[in-house]
């Protein structure tokens, strides 16, 4: 059975910084890449940060550049999101995903999501 589980949101200033974490268990991580989404009430989700399997290659939406850091530790089957300089617009549940093509198939796995709130 697959697991995904997303830790480390809360309420934060802004200016703050939070650090998520995503633990996948049932598949072999190293063969996933991993991404995460948000989705802000009443918005569409949309996709945060996305690092690669093998090389580590991340990509970011453009109004995360420069402020979120997504990495991976393969050892323990987890990926961050360091997220700096939050601001209010920031606040959405993010969600977690590991996402691997083989061929005309796709797995896609998702957590259950971790909220973030940034407020003063």
């Known amino acids: 059975q697959v697991q995904v589980v997303e830790s480390g949101g809360g309420l934060v200033q802004p200016g703050g910084s939070l650090r998520l974490s995503c633990v996948v268990s049932?598949?072999?991580?190293?063969?996933?890449?991993m991404n995460w989404y948000r989705q802000a009430p009443g918005k569409e989700r949309e996709l945060v940060a996305s690092i690669m399997r093998t090389d580590g290659d991340t990509n970011y939406a453009d109004s995360m550049k420069g402020r979120f850091t997504i990495s991976r530790d393969n050892a323990k089957n987890t990926v961050y999101l360091q997220m700096n300089n939050l601001k209010l617009e920031d606040t959405a549940m993010y969600y977690c995903?590991?996402?691997?093509?083989?061929?005309?198939?796709?797995?896609?796995?998702w957590g259950q999501g971790t909220q973030v709130t940034v407020s003063s």
């Open positions: 995903n590991a996402a691997r093509n083989l061929g005309r198939l796709e797995f896609n796995y």
């Open positions: 049932g598949v072999t991580f190293s063969s996933y890449g």
